[in-house]
């Protein structure tokens, strides 16, 4: 084999080195992006639930609670966007 069939082949193989970190990457981050999608979507449901129990016990205002989950969602909904 001549000097050009041996790059090719050392090409490839880098390639093909390089497939498979990529494939777990993008093969975990789909994983970890449905969980947090997951739990990004039950979190307002949870949240207002105590809320409500808490509102009844004490007179405190929970209103930076909610907005800190509403940004929370923004941020999460952007990166999302962005794939």
Do not use: W, Y
């Not at 990457?25 to 999608?37: A, G």
């Amino acid at each position: 084999m001549d000097a050009t069939g041996r790059q090719q082949i050392r090409l490839r193989a880098v390639a093909k080195s390089s497939l498979t970190p990529m494939q777990t990457l993008i093969e975990t981050c789909e994983r970890k992006l449905n969980d947090i999608q997951v739990r990004c979507d039950e979190l307002p449901s949870m949240f207002e639930a105590a809320q409500s129990e808490l509102e009844l016990l004490d007179d405190t205002d929970h209103l930076t609670d909610n907005l800190k989950i509403n940004i929370l969602k923004a941020k999460f909904n952007e990166l999302t966007s962005r794939s």
